[in-house]
């Protein structure tokens, strides 16, 4: 990641690399940065997925994410589940359907 990089990383995501007791990221900037990139990305990617499944299936927009959830595990780009939750919540967050997937106990959601 170069210094001039203008994207900022949300404190949520960060905060999936900072470790109970510690201050400071695990991980190095380049590192956390390339995975905001994949979940958000992602999360992006999912919109329309989701509301399309919203629509085909007749469920409620929790279900959708939940499904999503669930998903997260078994497509094979190797996210931990700190970052499915991440994901999920941002998609929530992007649909405008945070009161249907609040984060978990514990998580700070933060606009990016």
Known sequence: MSDGNQIIIPPSFVALFVEPGRIKPSATREHIYERYDLC?????????????????????????????????????????????????????EILGWQEMYPPSQGEVRQKP
């Open 40 to 92: 958000e990305d992602l999360a992006n990617l999912l919109t329309e997925q989701a509301s399309n499944k919203l629509w085909e299936l007749g469920i409620t927009e929790a279900d959708v994410l939940e499904r999503i959830h669930q998903g997260l595990g078994n497509v094979g780009i190797g996210l931990s589940a700190a970052e499915a939750q991440w994901v999920i919540s941002r998609l929530a």
